[in-house]
């Protein structure tokens, strides 16, 4: 069973009214939640409670009308702007100080069209709720993320990598269309401006307006699939052998199997987990090379769907601090790079590092088709750490960035768009390789004031 979004179909829903827009004549129902009023502080609240950013208010938007009354509304108040759907922005980009967090939350609407198999869905949606949807109504799905509770506008704009992401690619390769205000709150669509649609693909959140609308070409997914585990428990010498395996064999595994690698020695962990669409027997044999070098007994279960996609789906009511940091390898880990990795799980406050397998379907397109460059890496490394309370974090951070320091030189010294570091001086290059420049030129058009603006945003040429 396969879907395929006719061109028909894609022009059809990009003049349909948008997805839960108001009529012209009705008025905003922006609401703004403003310093002092009784439920600011949960407003200006990010999932990633490190990020303790003071804006001036925060602005809820219910449809593109109210998208269009915020970017007025901070113009005429003279406030800078930051836009937030789920709010996990690694470093806070989707808030500000003093200015204006134009929130996507509420602005949540999904249309699944079974007929052409595809879908539109609206900024605030969250991954958790968009796969349920999907599999429940289509019996269909997107290669998406990890965790249930990332919303799905920020996830597809900096690329989007998840379970199926080697059989189908990333979620931006399923964006057919969007629709999108630019900073002078007026509508474009990527039907008319072929540029927009590239730069959505992979270009990063927040940097040439806000997208009102994205509509996905879904992909068909069995309602039953395979998980697998290896956890052997946590041993430094078993930690670098699996490092220096999983980077060896793992790209060489069929693209139905998406495996990832996480080494903890606070967790107690070298494990070895994921999906694949194989059945029990097939998995086993594709992975006997990988489990005889970690050692220990490989466990397969024949799973629903949605229950092996919401094993990282996260939990609403978690409150956690994080830092988190990423670098790109284009072949195997050195002995150097293992060695790299294992004294750093060793060192005094230490977190954890994680593999993540690519390749597959996400390296069949070329680097410049769109604005996600990574599609000839093969493995993806994330050195995280996570802590309770806001007020501390120092030891945390200073991990990540003394592992980071010590594993980068022997990678590729790039790094993915969507786990970004405020640390990291070049990257420009590191996240968005030789198309910075042809983003730059987008930018110039569509935002010439820099109104969408933030650290890591893309500059004016």
Not at 37 to 50: H, L, P, V
Not at 78 to 103: A, C, K, M, Q
Not at 419 to 429: H, N
């Amino acid at each position: 069973m396969s879907f395929r979004l006719s061109r028909r179909a894609l022009l059809g829903s990009l003049l349909a009214s948008p997805l839960l827009a108001a009529a012209p004549s009705s008025p905003s129902s922006l609401h703004i939640v403003r310093k002092g009023d009784a439920d600011y502080a949960s407003a200006r609240i990010n999932k990633n409670r490190a990020v303790t950013s003071l804006p001036q208010a925060v602005a809820y938007a219910f449809d593109e009308r109210d998208v269009i009354a915020a970017l007025r509304y901070a113009k005429d108040a003279g406030l800078p702007i930051s836009v937030r759907s789920g709010g996990h922005d690694y470093e806070g980009f989707s808030t500000n100080d003093n200015g204006l967090v134009i929130d996507l939350s509420r602005f949540d609407g999904i249309a699944i069209d079974r007929e052409d198999g595809s879908c539109r869905v609206a900024p605030g949606v969250l991954l958790r709720t968009l796969y349920h949807r999907l599999f429940t109504e289509a019996s269909a799905s997107l290669p998406a993320g990890s965790c249930g509770t990332v919303g799905v506008s920020g996830l597809t704009l900096g690329g989007g990598f998840g379970p199926l992401g080697r059989m189908h690619g990333l979620l931006c390769d399923r964006l057919r269309a969007v629709r999108l205000v630019d900073a002078a709150g007026e509508l474009r669509t990527s039907a008319a401006d072929p540029d927009l649609l590239w730069a959505c693909r992979g270009g990063g959140g927040g940097n040439f307006g806000i997208v009102t609308e994205f509509v996905f070409d879904l992909v068909a997914v069995p309602a039953i699939v395979t998980t697998f585990s290896l956890n052997p428990g946590w041993n430094a010498g078993v930690a670098r052998t699996a490092a220096l395996a999983f980077t060896q064999s793992a790209p060489n595994l069929p693209r139905e199997i998406s495996p990832t690698l996480l080494l903890s020695r606070n967790e107690n962990a070298v494990e070895l987990f994921g999906l694949s669409l194989l059945g029990e027997p097939q998995t086993q044999s594709a992975l006997r090379e990988i489990v005889l070098a970690i050692g220990g007994t490989l466990t397969t279960n024949r799973v629903p769907y949605l229950a092996a996609v919401e094993r990282g789906a996260g939990n609403d009511t978690d409150v956690a601090c994080w830092k988190m940091t990423s670098s790109f390898l284009g072949g195997p880990l050195s002995g150097d790079g293992c060695d790299a990795v294992t004294r750093a799980l060793i060192a005094p406050h230490s977190g954890q590092v994680q593999f993540e397998l690519f390749g597959g379907s996400i390296a069949r397109l070329r680097q410049d088709a769109s604005a996600f460059w990574h599609r000839d890496k093969s493995v993806l490394i994330q050195c995280q750490s996570y802590w309770r309370d806001p007020e501390k974090g120092q030891p945390e951070r200073a991990w990540v960035a003394s592992a980071f320091a010590s594993i980068d030189p022997h990678t590729t010294r790039s790094s993915y768009r969507n786990y970004c570091d405020l640390a990291l001086t070049d990257w420009p290059v590191r996240y968005y390789g030789a198309n910075y420049a042809r983003l730059q030129q987008i930018k110039a058009r569509l935002d010439a004031q820099n109104r969408f603006s933030y650290p890591q945003s893309i500059r004016l040429p």
